[in-house]
């Protein structure tokens, strides 16, 4: 726990005997433990690294967060709109594209890391950009809109361990995940985003009651987070919530930072007045070669640099490869694919091959599967759904049009034991719950993680 809270805690607790008030006493006396359980809850939350989506990680390492993250960037959105989405999508994968030379020269294997790095981001001409840390100033109020495995909530995540245990600052954070806002609200009605809060740390077994909130709420200082706008599934309470945190806002707004995450589709009919935008730039070749780096270190334990530099120069030449490893969640795989000694492919269809069999290899954790099918059909099954939305040109389908894809290719492959309708219900949770590769767009769309995929199927569907 920090020198500095302890320090402010000796001196409130000498001076108690000092305060006639008893409601001020009382209050005191229970607000200095709260904080204190409240610190290390936060600290134990956040202190390592969770793989989101890449669930055979969890079981084969563990590692701090602060000792392997490495910092997105974030522009500033002047004009909200679907068009400068795809826009902004468009320019990035240009500029992505010219940080490679593909060429047969061998002197980069020469130069090292550092040399590789330098070549190619000179090629770069970025928008000014900076970090969530750099951006946080009292009264701010930011959402920060990314696609699937951008870092969204690692970003949160890793600002509040940060403030947590930093003794030379005076923010104090306060995370919480928007998915759990429905649980509260079917348990105990309508309720505030102030009450949201603390009955979600309650659920948690931490005494943080609204006066606990209101006093530190009150004095400024605070770093609000709210994670996942995208997971309230049910589009009207998304509009219900976005419109309370907008009234939270105006109340508590002063002297605080309130920053608000969401994938970008979900947000479009639940926006947020009175709040900035910002966008969650892709990785560029300094920030790839940084994550390997500390990846071969942390992970592989592997202080030896040679792999490392090995590993970027292949992702740097390869522009398939490179295109993958813009996104944290899809360079992470691919680290995993190494770090399992499996040789990083040069096609794009081959790499996507493992990183599909990598996901799908988290149906196995998935309790109830019953073992309806073994890995191959796993990954066939993938594939042929895959190649039903690129044959219908569709990049999004609902919960009724994959169940009853599924239920067709169980039929038409001979893949059903029993009841090739009920056996569909559990591959979907599997798929949905477990892999990672299919996410919920709505609370009724479904839409594949990795789009590309679906081109490569033809080929093998």
């Given at each position: 726990?920090?020198?500095?809270y302890?320090?402010?805690?000796?001196?409130?607790?000498?001076?108690?005997?000092e305060?006639?008030?008893?409601?001020?006493?009382?209050?005191?006396?229970?607000?200095?433990?709260?904080?204190?359980?409240?610190?290390q809850?936060?600290?134990?939350t956040?202190?390592?690294?969770?793989?989101k989506?890449?669930?055979?990680?969890?079981r084969?390492?563990?590692?701090?967060l602060?000792?392997?993250?490495?910092?997105?960037?974030?522009?500033k959105?002047?004009?909200?709109?679907?068009?400068?989405?795809?826009?902004?999508d468009?320019?990035?994968?240009?500029?992505?594209?010219?940080?490679?030379?593909?060429?047969?020269?061998?002197?980069?294997?020469?130069?090292?890391?550092?040399?590789?790095?330098?070549?190619?981001?000179?090629?770069?001409?970025?928008?000014?950009?900076?970090?969530?840390?750099?951006?946080?100033a009292?009264?701010?109020?930011?959402?920060?809109?990314?696609?699937?495995?951008?870092?969204?909530?690692?970003?949160?995540?890793?600002?509040?361990?940060?403030?947590?245990?930093?003794?030379?600052?005076?923010?104090?954070?306060i995370?919480?995940?928007?998915?759990?806002?429905v649980?509260i609200?079917n348990?105990?009605?309508?309720?505030?985003?102030?009450?949201?809060?603390?009955?979600?740390?309650?659920s948690?077994?931490?005494?943080?009651?609204?006066?606990?909130?209101?006093?530190?709420?009150?004095?400024?200082?605070?770093?609000?987070?709210?994670?996942?706008?995208?997971?309230?599934?049910?589009?009207?309470?998304r509009?219900?919530?976005?419109?309370?945190?907008?009234?939270?806002?105006?109340?508590?707004?002063?002297g605080?930072?309130?920053?608000?995450?969401?994938?970008?589709?979900?947000?479009?009919?639940?926006?947020?007045?009175?709040?900035?935008?910002?966008?969650?730039q892709?990785?560029?070749?300094?920030?790839?070669?940084?994550?390997?780096?500390?990846w071969?270190?942390?992970v592989?334990?592997?202080?030896n640099?040679?792999?490392?530099?090995?590993?970027?120069?292949t992702?740097?030449?390869?522009?398939?490869?490179?295109?993958?490893?813009?996104?944290?969640?899809?360079?992470?795989?691919?680290?995993?694919?190494?770090?399992?000694?499996?040789?990083?492919?040069?096609?794009?269809?081959?790499?996507?091959?493992?990183?599909?069999?990598?996901?799908?290899?988290?149906?196995?954790?998935?309790?109830?599967?019953?073992?309806i099918?073994?890995?191959?059909?796993?990954?066939?099954?993938?594939?042929?759904?895959?190649?039903?939305?690129?044959e219908?040109?569709?990049?999004?389908?609902?919960?009724?049009?994959?169940?009853?894809?599924?239920?067709?290719?169980?039929?038409?492959?001979?893949?059903?034991?029993?009841?090739?309708?009920?056996?569909?219900?559990?591959?979907?949770?599997?798929i949905?719950?477990?892999?990672?590769?299919?996410?919920?767009?709505?609370q009724?769309?479904?839409?594949?993680?990795i789009?590309?995929?679906?081109?490569?199927?033809p080929?093998?569907?």
């Open positions: 726990m920090d020198l500095k302890w320090s402010l805690a000796s001196i409130a607790y000498y001076l108690l005997p305060i006639e008030d008893e409601n001020q006493k009382n209050r005191l006396e229970t607000l200095l433990p709260t904080e204190s359980l409240y610190r809850y936060l600290h134990t956040c202190e390592y690294a969770d793989f989506g890449i669930h055979q990680l969890r084969v390492v563990q590692v701090k602060s000792d392997i993250y490495v910092p997105v960037l974030l522009t959105l002047a004009v909200l709109s679907d068009k400068i989405f795809e826009k902004q468009t320019e990035n994968s240009e500029l992505k594209a010219k940080m490679v030379n593909v060429n047969s020269d061998k002197s980069h294997e020469k130069e090292g890391l550092a040399r590789i790095i330098e070549k190619n981001d000179s090629q770069l001409e970025l928008e000014k950009a900076f970090t969530l840390e750099e951006g946080i009292p009264n701010k109020r930011m959402v920060i809109l990314g696609g699937p495995g951008s870092g969204k909530t690692t970003m949160l995540r890793q600002l509040t361990g940060k403030l947590i245990i930093d003794q030379t600052s005076n923010l104090f954070p995370l919480v995940p928007l998915r759990d806002y649980r609200k348990m105990f009605g309508n309720v505030s985003i102030l009450d949201f809060i603390s009955k979600y740390f309650i948690h077994d931490l005494r943080i009651t609204n006066d606990f909130l209101e006093r530190y709420l009150s004095s400024g200082g605070c770093v609000i987070m709210f994670d996942g706008l995208d997971e309230i599934l049910v589009e009207q309470d509009i219900e919530a976005a419109t309370k945190i907008e009234q939270f806002a105006a109340c508590f707004g002063n605080n930072s309130i920053i608000i995450n969401s994938r970008i589709p979900s947000y479009m009919l639940a926006q947020l007045t009175g709040f900035e935008h910002y966008t969650i892709q990785l560029d070749a300094t920030q790839i070669s940084e994550f390997v780096l500390k071969c270190r942390q592989e334990g592997n202080s640099t040679q792999n490392s530099q090995a590993l970027v120069s992702l740097l030449r390869n522009p398939n490869l490179l295109s993958l490893s813009t996104n944290p969640l899809m360079l992470s795989l691919i680290c995993l694919t190494s770090l399992q000694g499996i040789p990083i492919p040069n096609r794009k269809a081959d790499l996507y091959d493992i990183c599909i069999r990598t996901l799908s290899s988290s149906w196995e954790a998935k309790k109830g599967f019953n073992g099918l073994d890995e191959p059909q796993r990954f066939e099954t993938i594939k042929k759904l895959a190649f039903s939305f690129l219908q040109k569709k990049i999004t389908a609902t919960e009724y049009e994959v169940l009853t894809l599924l239920e067709n290719i169980l039929v038409e492959q001979q893949l059903s034991k029993d009841d090739p309708k009920t056996e569909s219900i559990s591959i979907f949770r599997a949905t719950e477990r892999s990672g590769i299919w996410l919920r767009e709505s009724t769309l479904m839409g594949l993680f789009m590309d995929f679906a081109t490569t199927c080929h093998s569907a």
